[in-house]
């Protein structure tokens, strides 16, 4: 799958924000909201799951997994 379904929860897509190039600083959500908390944990989720963490917003060039480029 290349992209996340658009019916995830913010936890997960938190966890597929690495893997697309975002780094934790760049999540889409509100300070104070519930959703920008399931999101940054979601991130942390796949950092300490071995995800390499993206440094300074978004990524420049795509992210590689092992099945290919992610755009």
């Known amino acids: 799958m290349d992209t996340p379904p658009n019916d ?5 897509l ?9 780094a934790r600083e760049a999540c889409p959500y ?3 909201t519930e959703a ?3 999101w ?3 991130y942390d989720d796949a950092v300490k ?4 963490p ?3 917003g978004i990524a420049k060039d795509p992210v590689h997994t092992p099945s290919g480029p992610v755009r």
């Open 54 to 56: 993206v440094a300074g």
């Open 49 to 52: 799951a071995g995800v390499e």
């Open 30 to 32: 509100a300070e104070g």
């Open 14 to 22: 938190g966890r597929a924000a690495p893997l697309k190039g975002l």
């Open 40 to 42: 940054l944990a979601g």
């Open 36 to 38: 920008r908390t399931l």
């Open 8 to 12: 995830l929860d913010a936890r997960a």
